[in-house]
């Protein structure tokens, strides 16, 4: 998406859209009363006669007169409230989805009734997100013999009158489509099939990422594996015929590269089938998406490199694929991960953990500042928190609390859930010095528990989007979760 501030308000501005925001005021057109003119009062009109009263996410095309350059006028009513930011997305949001089903791919923004001076940031930065999540096609393997045909880059153009307004708004754009260009690569890799996406084709990404973006990528192979000792994660892909990755992307924006990192363990199982204790078959499919924490990894470092935020990071992604095969893991099998701690399978469905605690003991070698891990780990995060908001959990409340706070503001909503010693207890194990699996009950609590054994060199914390990932409302489409809340902590960790 392109996307742009302008100074100018120029009613002869050549536009496909036109969209003026308004409020319920007494007298509506008192707001534009240069369109009201220009149109010969319909919009006072509109309002007199009841059928546009500006209430929130009240829209109503208007003909378009003499004298005004666009095709079209959408009058978009924000209501008389100061609204929220959940509030404003969510008249974007229908804003968008207007214009979708309007076929319209250029528009021009004067939202002036959003604009009230603190609100220019947050309308510039979600018209970018909700833009992007209404044009969101995917694309990337074809539907049918006859192919895909990509839709218009969208060209928005935001309108401001004032000069430090303008550049608020431009910054606060910049920001928002960056955000939005990691959700897209970020939904892209998602929405791949498990054929397509592989360990290997993430890999390959990731190249192509630090080629495009002046990222330093190393791809670990087996072999490099197995030299480290990672029989946990090796455990997991020794029963697939892909072979595993162990992905590293360094950004460096810092003005030292020594600066410590902070670090993002993404979870990249490209297919989950459960291995043995294998999954049952309605729905198995969704389980593509199970490198949605690998994808949101590789989304919130695009996002950081295009904003060239000065602070370095670290992406490490645990890659694999989760199928059942003569090679494959059994139940009561005993591993040794790298961090020397040995560990019984007592569920081979429970493997994101087992890739995770490799990625974590390896992550120890960047000294990073903080450690966050993104994993759609368990499917009981969905039963405690649906499709609405992310499960947090960590050994440092100042990690948590910053990341809850990150995904207020960037609406990536994520909810803390307690480590405590009983909970740890359940992972006890008569064969090794851990069991993958609890005893029944708080099964997202119990898998972080699981991964707190391998951060305790660490500030950390692990987001379990399992839920917010893909599915809910939107079906089955990735939603290129959890970029927004990476991209938000990593610019607070600006300041
Ligand atoms: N990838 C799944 C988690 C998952 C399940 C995500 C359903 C989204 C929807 C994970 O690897 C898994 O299978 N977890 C098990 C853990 C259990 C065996 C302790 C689960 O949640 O059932
Ligand atoms: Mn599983
Ligand atoms: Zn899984």
């Known amino acids: 998406m392109k996307i742009q501030a302008k100074a100018s308000k120029n009613y002869q501005l050549k536009t496909d859209c036109l969209v003026i925001a308004l409020k319920p005021l007494k007298k509506i057109s008192s707001q534009c009363a240069e369109l009201n003119t220009l149109t010969g009062g319909a919009i006072a009109r509109l309002q007199d006669s009841g059928q546009f009263s500006a209430a929130c996410g009240d829209m109503v095309n208007l003909m378009v007169p003499e004298g005004v350059g666009a095709t079209q006028i959408i009058l978009l009513g924000v209501g008389d409230k100061k609204l929220d930011t959940e509030s404003v997305r969510e008249v974007l949001t229908s804003l968008a989805i207007k214009l979708k089903s309007l076929k319209v791919d250029e528009a021009t923004f004067e939202l002036d009734a959003l604009n009230v001076k603190s609100n220019v940031e947050t309308v510039s930065r979600h018209l970018a997100e909700a833009l992007g999540d209404a044009e969101y096609q995917y694309i990337k393997t074809p539907k049918s013999a006859r192919g895909n045909t990509a839709n218009k ?150 996002a950081a490199a295009e904003m060239q935020l000065p602070i370095n990071i670290v992406g490490v992604i645990p890659s694999s694929e989760n199928l059942p095969d003569g090679l494959a893991n059994k139940p009561g099998d005993v591993v040794t991960s790298m961090s020397g701690q040995t560990i019984e399978i007592l569920n081979t469905d429970a493997e994101g953990r087992l890739l995770l605690c490799d990625a974590l003991t390896y992550t120890k070698r960047f000294k990073p500042q903080t450690v966050i891990d993104i994993a759609t780990l368990t499917g009981a995060v969905i039963v405690a928190l649906g499709h609405q908001t992310a499960g947090v959990m960590g050994n440092d409340q100042d990690v948590v609390d910053d990341l809850i706070a990150a995904g207020d503001e960037s609406l990536d909503h994520a909810w803390q859930l307690p480590i405590k010693e009983t909970y740890k207890k359940q992972l006890k194990s008569d064969y090794a010095d851990l069991a993958n699996l609890g005893t029944p009950g708080a099964g997202t609590i119990t898998a972080a528990c699981f991964l707190s054994y391998f951060t305790e060199d660490f500030r950390w914390a692990h987001l379990d989007i399992a839920g917010t990932a893909w599915g809910g409302a939107a079906g089955k489409r990735a939603s290129g979760r959890a970029v927004p809340i990476l991209t938000q902590y990593l610019m607070d960790r600006c300041k």
């Open 153 to 302: 880059e969208f060209k928005a153009t935001l309108w401001c009158q004032d000069r430090k307004m303008l550049s608020t708004a431009k910054k606060a754009a910049a920001i928002g489509n960056a955000i939005n260009n990691g959700k897209t690569l970020a939904k892209d890799l998602g929405n791949m099939p498990g054929n397509v996406c592989t360990p290997s084709y993430l890999a390959s990404q990731a190249k192509k990422l630090g080629k495009s973006h002046g990222l330093k990528v190393k791809v670990l192979n087996e072999k490099d594996m197995a030299e480290l000792g990672m029989g946990s994660l090796l455990s997991v892909s020794k029963g697939s015929r892909e072979p595993a990755k162990l992905i590293v992307m360094e950004y460096k924006g810092a003005k030292s590269s020594k600066e410590a990192p902070h670090a993002l363990v993404g979870k990249g199982l490209t297919f989950d089938a459960g291995g043995i204790s294998l999954k049952p078959g309605a729905k198995m499919d969704e389980m593509k998406y199970d490198m949605c924490g690998s994808a949101s990894v590789f989304g919130a470092i695009l």
